[in-house]
DNA sequence: TCACGTCGTTGAGACGATTCAAAAGAATCT
DNA sequence: AGATTCTTTTGAATCGTCTCAACGACGTGA
């Protein structure tokens, strides 16, 4: 409760509050001395700043709120990481905030972010069309959609996701595979959907000759991914996918999980290709082959259309920043042995 | 920019500010229709509470700040859905910070996080000692440590590491393993220091039948995990140490990584236990055996105790809760044959 | 009719910093 | 010395909300 304010500095400096707060900003136009003075005052009562009067005298904020469907997917940490080095530089400070795939999570997130009058705001929406941001940015809080595309009403960067689910497609069928499966999560989710499509496309591309299985889980989560490695491990072998291409790795490692626990050999009874190529992909009971998105990036092109939005809002024009994902080939994709 | 506030909702309701205050703050003690019209307002106009300024006014903040050594370690994102969990439900909002095991980079969020004027702050410090965190205290701003006992000037949250070092220390001495290395980081972090302190004591307790080798990276990642791995196992086989206890769960994944790479088979050559049992231990190349902590509760009882000692700051006293780390033996430190 | 409570509403200060026009002081030039 | 310019410092207004004493309207009971 000791907190003291620039009233009580200037007092003790024996200055006006315009004075210390020229200090605090603007320090080469006060005296050295003054300002010494005032320094000296500072130090004595232990000043901190209050950010939030600043805030609301200078009417904008220096934190930019980032709302992921996932934290404890590395692969959206790594986006946030990326998005806070650059928010460092500016030095603005990013609020992470997880949604955790539940529309109600994001909107309470969204609420609280616009209450605190962000500077703007990065987000993985939960879903594909939704109102609650377009307001958000007509009442002047810009948003930055990250990992998804925007439909041109707001700046969005994002990894071509239909392309990683053909490219993962292409690999499988490549190797031999003829029944795979599409391991994925709500369809709400445009990744998911994307990626979908994607594989969906490359077994088009393959006349027939390959069969594409789905199944859909609530969440891509490791848990979720386990749960259906169980139930796909339980099938008669005849009728077994022998390949599974899964949403993200998270899924991929809880699938893997599940062929181990039934004595399923990864990749000789069933391969495995995930998404992301988060770290953990490479140190896998069987390394994980996997379509790389460039995370970090993502983050940082993220922020710096953000601040460039925020710098010169007149002029700005909404841009859609879109990536291209690798393949990573590991172990648990390789060669198929043709029987 | 179209944001609207108070007063101009008050113009369109034709009452005063003072009511539409009361409208959002005590809708109760306001006639029906008077609040009926003020919602109304607040509709058309989209007007949303700015934050700010109530937070200027009343003088205290929703938002806790949590300050983790590493947030791509998985460890620190459960404790931060532990206190998010708590933090729900008081609505409050927890903004996480990454120190990064980095002084200076700790430093600065707390600078930021105590100019934001936020509630309160949990922190697993980057060093033992900090005069800045009891300074930051003494100013007002009340501070938990995480997973770090205080020496009684604060509350604090952890788990007995020495105790925890001690049990894996005898896992494997009871696995036979006479020839051990601790895996660890700088000394300066309390956790790392424990755990030492505790493989030591059980080495100790072996009666000098046992060779505790020990080496430091910087910080605690998959990557120092990697580097210190390859040089263990770049060493001849008879100065190899045959097992590794690792700082946490990270370095154990790239200790382990590295032993594939050199084709070196675990537990057969070398045996590895590592500390904290994220998820990913399970998923692991070979399954981690790993020394569980109760990462959530953690993060729990940390802001239980932060909202303790705001909402009682007179009679609060400072508490140091310490919880018992589990061991949970998985493949990575089977039984050793004794040759 | 008057005094008195009750209920709803009002409006004038805070809260702590920034900003900027204007005042005060110092320095320079005639 | 007086006029002019440049440098420092000042203090009042402002940002958007909350709080609380005071006020008006209304009904009740005497």
Redesign the pocket.
Known sequence: MA????????QLA?????????V???PE???????ERVFEAIKKLG????E???H????RSRTVGLVVLDVSNPFFVDVAQGAESVADDHDSMVVLCNSAGDAGRERRHLDQLEQQRVMGILITPVEMESPWLEELAARGTPVVLVDSPATGLQCSVAVDDRLGGQIAGAHLIERGHRRIMFVGGPQSIKQVADRHTGIASAVAAADGAVELLTSTAPTLTVAEGRAIGERVAALPADERPTAAFCANDMMALGFLQAMASHGLRVPDDLAIIGYDDIDFAAAAAVPLSSIRQPRELLGRTAIDLLLEEVAEPEQHRHRQVIFQPDLVIRESSAPRRTH
């Not at 609301?56 to 009417?59: A, H, P, V």
């Open positions: 907190t003291r304010n620039i009233k009580e500095v200037a024996r200055v006006s509050v315009g004075t210390v707060s020229n605090l900003n603007r136009i006060v005296s050295p001395a003054t300002r000043f901190v700043r209050n939030v009067a600043r609301l005298r200078m009417g």
